[in-house]
Structures are given as C-alpha cells and as structure tokens.
C-alpha cells in the first residue's frame, strides 16, 4: 500500500498537538493578535525558513521504445529531505491568504530501479521546487491550519549500464497539493509540519540499443520549518516604499 495515506493521517496528528501546544496566551515576546509597527499583524509578511523531513518516492515504469524487455527491481524508496522556504502573507480577520515555496537540496534515491539484458539503472532526483498558493484560518490567535496548491519542478537523474551514455537527466513537471499547521513563536518566528503530494509528469530516457523507457513519478512529503516573518513584502518594495 502505498505511505501517502500514513503521511497524511501523521500530518494531520501533528497539526493537533501542534495546535495544542501553542494554543496559549500570547507571551512576552510577541503580541500575537496585535499589529506590528508598520500596521501588519503578526501574520502578515514575507516569510523565510529552513526545512527537514522525509520523502517516499513511487514510480510507475513503462517502456516506449521496447527493444528488449524491461524488468523492474524496485520502484519506491523513503529518503530525507531538506532545503529552504519562503513565500509572503496577508491577514483578512481569521483567513491568512498568501504564497509559499520550497527548495529541496537533492541526490534523494528515488528506490527506482529497473534492468534488462545484464544491464541496470537507478533513478535520483537531484532538486526538486514547488512555488504554491495558500489559504490558512486561525484556530487560536496564534495557530493555523492550511491548505495548499501549485505547481512543483524536479530533476531527475538515471544512471547506469542500461543508459545510453551512461546518465540521462530530464526536468519533470508536476501539480503539489497538501496541508497543515504553523504557529508563531512570538518576535515574528513561527514553525510548521506539513505533508504535500505530487504528482509529476513522465518523462523518458534512452536505453542502450536504441530503446527507452519512461518514468511516472510521485511524491510524498512530511516535513518541518522554522522560519521568520519580516514586517514587509516584495509588494512594498514594487511600491516604492
């Protein structure tokens, strides 16, 4: 069965206690409910942090080009991820509408492997990006939850005998969606656990001989971030201010 849905219900865990955890007062290092000096509530901003978590990769394998048949070894694997986040934000009473994109550094083992004829291959994913929109409501003062949709970037890389060349690498497109919640930690900081899914499109790779193949892959990913929230935006400076 395939983890997304484990993932998922991990998330969602995570999203309660987190909402618990950070369901009192507003402390002495930030009102959170108030506005910042330049008229913003903590909410509102552009936001920059670091992530960490973990991955599970499928794939789907198909040849489009057969010349000699294609076997495939395995074609899922669990790995870590991490990168950057950054985005901006704006507060309209308890909905907290805005943008949100990761970076995640790669050479994340994919678990795809496929072979024919004595010869073998494994895929990698070198980066990956995701630039999405989302929509939040505020539960306490100081926790949301979140919803989350755009479009995802990643590079893939196969290698090995079966490669005509050895290496073939190919940029995938993809549609990310997914969720969770973040709570700020007063002085503008705030922490987050989410989970987002996606679904890329395939791409295709030569084999030696003159065949090819393609690969269909899927993402799954529960991560966490810490990050800052700065009492302005990118509109502010298109603005001259």
């Known amino acids: 069965m395939r983890l997304h849905a484990k993932l998922f219900s991990g998330v969602v865990t995570a999203a309660l206690v987190a909402a618990g955890t950070f369901a009192g007062p507003a402390q002495a290092g930030g009102d959170f409910g108030s506005p910042a000096p330049a ?66 550094f790669g050479d994340t083992n994919t678990g795809a492997n496929v072979a024919a004829n004595g010869t073998a291959a494994v895929a990698e994913v070198e980066w990956s990006s995701e630039s999405r929109l989302r929509a939040g409501f505020l539960v306490k003062p100081n926790v949301q939850l979140y919803g989350t949709v755009g479009v995802a970037f990643a590079n893939i890389d196969v290698s090995g005998t079966l490669i005509a060349g ?43 001989g003159g065949g090819a193949f393609k690969v269909d892959l899927d993402s799954d990913v529960v991560r966490g971030a810490i990050g800052y929230r700065f009492d302005w935006s990118p509109l502010d400076i298109l603005r001259g201010r």
Do not use: K, M
Not at 75 to 92: C, E, I, K, L, P
């Open 39 to 104: 008229g913003r509530t903590i909410w509102e901003g552009f936001h920059v942090g670091a992530h960490a978590g973990a991955a599970d990769y499928d794939y789907g394998v198909s040849q489009s080009a057969p010349v000699s048949p294609l076997v495939t070894i395995r074609d899922g694997d669990d790995g870590f991820v991490g990168g950057f986040v950054y985005g901006s934000s704006w507060q309209f009473g308890n909905i907290i509408l805005g943008t949100d994109s990761a970076y995640n």
């Open 166 to 208: 050895g290496s073939d690498d190919d940029r995938a497109f993809g549609i990310s969606y997914g969720g969770g919640a973040e709570a700020t930690l007063g002085n503008r900081w705030f922490a987050r656990v989410e989970y987002i899914h996606t679904d890329y499109d395939s791409e295709s790779f030569r084999e030696v």
